[in-house]
């Protein structure tokens, strides 16, 4: 039995068309008239993970069911909408940067920045005004209407959204996050969840949730898709989330090489330096030439240093697989 089509709510609508530029995210042709698409085929599932933004070929396209016409799945058109928003972001983050050097020499983008906001204003679009004054950078305003909207009786999404566009997921309460997570695990829709949890500072649950989606697009065929999500994986904070985790267990084990390891792979190297010379007398009592070279390295003492580099040269025996040592490795 086809589901009750239900009228999406506004400020739904808007944040969904605001997030994909009012532009088909298949086709990408500007100018075109567009609507917004269930991608579940559920119309009355108006949860913003599950609306693309097309245009009316594109969404002809996700009704047909063979023939010579290509047919535009469910997963199918989550990739171009996923991509496409990153695209969008990506280009008016680089907007709002040239956006200085620009009304340096015009009046141009700052009478058009003010002419939006005003239109927002007076429709009373204020989660529209939040996100105008996200994207040009004026993080005083952005606030001022975050908080206005959040002061109205806002739905989780709305909630969600608005706290991560402040980086502030810190104000999000517990049974919001809850709910979300839940109505995501519900749908088994396990990139969004991992893009979720990755906003609410859950890094090793979003990390889990990246791989399980990208494991099924494997398993699925779907290479493009594994692909996308494991650079976007990449590109996140997510794993050097996991080496701060490690260190901190590390440090609780009272595991110094692995303390050491995790500053390494994280790159700080002052914080490195630090623990090395705080532990000095451990490191020169161990029989780890390689964390008393470090140590050595740390202290700026080059012939200690050169003396522990030919002690493990001389300990270093090579066999068929490779190389062998004596002393600890990652």
């Known amino acids: 039995m ?47 993970g599950n609306l693309a933004v097309l245009c009316f070929d594109c969404h002809r396209d996700t009704q047909l069911r063979g023939g010579f ?23 008016r983050a680089t907007h709002a940067a040239d956006d200085n050097l620009v009304r340096r020499s015009t009046d141009h983008q700052f009478e058009l920045a003010t002419s939006v906001a005003e239109i927002y204003r007076e429709n009373q679009e204020y989660e529209l005004l939040a996100m105008h004054y996200d994207v040009i950078g004026n993080t005083e305003l952005r606030d001022k209407y975050v908080e206005l909207v959040l002061s109205q009786d806002s739905d989780d999404q709305t909630i969600v959204y608005l706290r991560q566009l402040q980086g502030r997921h810190d104000l999000i309460p517990p049974d919001v996050i809850q709910r979300e997570a839940d109505r995501y695990t519900k749908n088994k829709d396990w990139s969004q969840r991992a893009r979720f949890f990755e906003g609410v500072g859950r890094s090793t649950e979003a990390v889990l949730d990246y791989l399980r989606s990208i494991s099924e697009s494997i398993e699925e065929g779907n290479a493009f898709s594994a692909a996308f999500y494991l650079k976007e994986l990449q590109k996140t904070d997510l794993l050097k989330d996991l080496f701060v985790l490690a260190f901190k267990k590390a440090e609780s084990e009272g595991e110094l090489w692995w303390q050491v390891r995790a500053l390494q792979e994280l ?21 780890n030439p390689m964390l008393q070279a470090m140590l050595a390295r740390a202290k700026g003492d080059i012939d200690r240093y050169s003396e522990l580099q030919k002690l493990m040269a001389s300990k270093t025996r090579s066999s068929t697989y490779g190389v062998a040592t004596d002393f600890n490795s990652a």
């Not at 530029?21 to 075109?32: M, N, P, Q």
């Not at 016409?69 to 280009?91: G, H, N």
């Not at 790159?267 to 029989?287: T, V």
């Open 2 to 48: 086809p589901k009750k089509r239900t009228e999406i709510p506004r400020e739904v609508a808007a944040r969904v068309l605001f997030e994909q530029h009012r532009t088909c995210c298949v086709c990408r042709e500007r100018g075109k008239p567009v609507q917004i698409h269930h991608m579940n085929e559920d119309p009355s599932d108006h949860d913003p």
């Open 69 to 91: 016409d290509r047919k535009l799945d469910s997963d199918q058109v989550r990739l171009y909408r996923d991509d496409w928003t990153i695209i969008v972001r990506r280009d």
């Open 267 to 287: 790159e700080w190297d002052s914080e490195l330096r630090e623990l090395l010379i705080a532990n000095e007398s451990e490191i020169d009592n161990s029989e």
